[in-house]
């Protein structure tokens, strides 16, 4: 970038002349911060005219000694991708060896769960996604991420992170305008017929005891132990 000439006022001073590459303050701060120097303090200087919008900023800063480095990396491009996955996620609430499910309007029963929402964490969707369909309180801190199912719909992409919830508050209730409701405690040993498929897997990664039918998914733990999935293959 070419630099322009500008003459800067500093209180009682002569005009300074300087060089100066047209930068946002923030770009400033970065450039400064990625090549080596911290950034001490930062004068905002206003022109002596009250009326003039011009605003100069002082930045001081100091090399940092024997400082590594730094790996760049390339932002990713303004364009967005086409579209071709869907991330969901399923929640377990197991109470005295009985499993939460509701029914959707279509017939089927399922865990509470459903997509994941553009910055939100998978925990973050489980507590969201509990609370919008159940009502159930929950922390974050109460999720445990078992893993991830992948398989796929036609050309698109399905990928569902099945979770554990530990504790929660509440009781389970039909909300207004979702489209799952009727939430029952269904024991371990008797689950019933019609099941969604998400659901089905998830709870034959979770626990491969368990005699429910459903098309394949590859699986991928993420945690170690008795609650968590047993491993990767073909739940």
């Avoid at 303004?78 to 579209?83: Q, Y």
């Avoid at 509470?112 to 973050?124: K, N, R, Y």
């Amino acid at each position: 970038m070419a630099p322009r000439e500008q003459m800067i006022l500093l209180r009682d001073d002569p005009p300074l002349p300087t060089q100066m590459w047209v930068l946002s303050p923030q770009l400033w701060e970065d450039l400064l911060t990625e090549y080596g120097f911290r950034v001490e303090a930062i004068d905002l200087l206003p022109h002596p005219d009250e009326g003039a919008t011009t605003i100069q900023q002082l930045i001081r800063a100091r090399r940092l000694p024997d400082r590594p480095a730094r790996v760049s990396s390339r932002p990713r491009s303004t364009r967005a991708p086409a579209a071709h996955a869907a991330v969901g996620v399923g929640a377990i609430l197991l109470s005295e060896q009985s499993i939460l499910l509701g029914r959707h309007r279509r017939g089927t029963l399922e865990l509470p769960g459903g997509s994941v929402e553009a910055g939100e964490s998978f925990e973050d969707a489980v507590i969201r996604e509990l609370g919008e369909e159940t009502g159930l309180v929950a922390r974050t801190g109460d999720v445990q991420l078992l893993g991830t199912l992948v398989d796929h719909v036609g050309s698109v992409l399905r990928v569902t992170v099945g979770a554990l919830v530990h504790a929660w508050q509440g009781q389970p209730t039909t909300q207004p305008d979702e489209s799952v409701g009727d939430w029952a405690w269904h024991p371990l040993d008797q689950l019933p017929d019609g099941l969604f498929v998400c659901s089905a897997q998830i709870l034959t990664a979770w626990r491969p005891d368990l005699a429910i039918d459903h098309s394949p998914a590859h699986s991928t733990h993420f945690a170690s132990g008795p609650a968590a999935m047993p491993g990767d293959g073909l739940a």
